[in-house]
């Protein structure tokens, strides 16, 4: 690829009192190069200064260690909780005020059991204390009422359907329930609830 730096020069004519401007293009250059002419505002070709000054994008660094030091930094122990037939082991970490943590998982892999301890919701069954953290919670509105497996609560409420092959093909595969299907309803997690 190759570019042209095109760009004016306002000039005054001091008799009309307007303004004009003529336009200056210069030979063609390389697209980097003509990137880096336009970043620098001076094309050393034409030996021309178009901008008073370079633009200067500045990249953020890691922090060193002595930068983290200052910033507020919070800390979480080992913990473990079960849940049913549901163990989850949360290994000790650090973050720090100036993060954005994003988690991502699979329906029941633990993500709001975390959040949950966390927030001083739920004790862990092991493990240090959490510290007392200003941690906003929103739980999921979903709150099961039935007692039993799955498989029960399908039985009782839908018995043709679900061991129907086109109900089956339709809905249970499609949505894993046979991976659920012999748990608890109570210990669902929020997104196994949805499904």
Do not use: W
Not at 67 to 89: A, Q, V, W
């Amino acid at each position: 690829f190759s570019v042209h730096i095109t760009f004016h020069e306002p000039l005054t004519n001091m008799s009309c009192r307007l303004v004009c401007a003529h336009l200056i293009s210069s030979h063609i250059v390389v697209l980097y190069a003509g990137i880096n002419i336009f970043l620098d505002g001076f094309v050393p070709t034409e030996n021309l200064r178009f901008r008073d000054t370079s633009l200067i994008f500045k990249v953020a660094e890691t922090a060193t260690e002595e930068e983290i030091k200052r910033m507020c930094r919070y800390e979480y122990p080992n913990m473990k909780k079960c849940l049913g037939d549901f163990e989850m082991s949360v290994d000790a970490g650090t973050f720090t005020d100036s993060e954005i943590i994003v988690m991502l998982g699979e329906n029941g892999t633990g993500k709001t059991t975390f959040i949950r301890m966390m927030a001083g919701r739920l004790k862990p069954d092991e493990g240090g204390d959490v510290p007392s953290l200003n941690i906003s919670y929103k739980p999921q509105k979903i709150s099961p009422k039935s007692q039993g497996t799955v498989r029960m609560l399908l039985h009782d409420k839908i018995r043709d359907a679900y061991v129907h092959p086109q109900f089956i093909a339709d809905v249970m595969k499609p949505l894993q329930i046979d991976a659920i299907i012999d748990q608890e309803v109570q210990n669902l997690s929020g997104g196994e609830l949805q499904r």
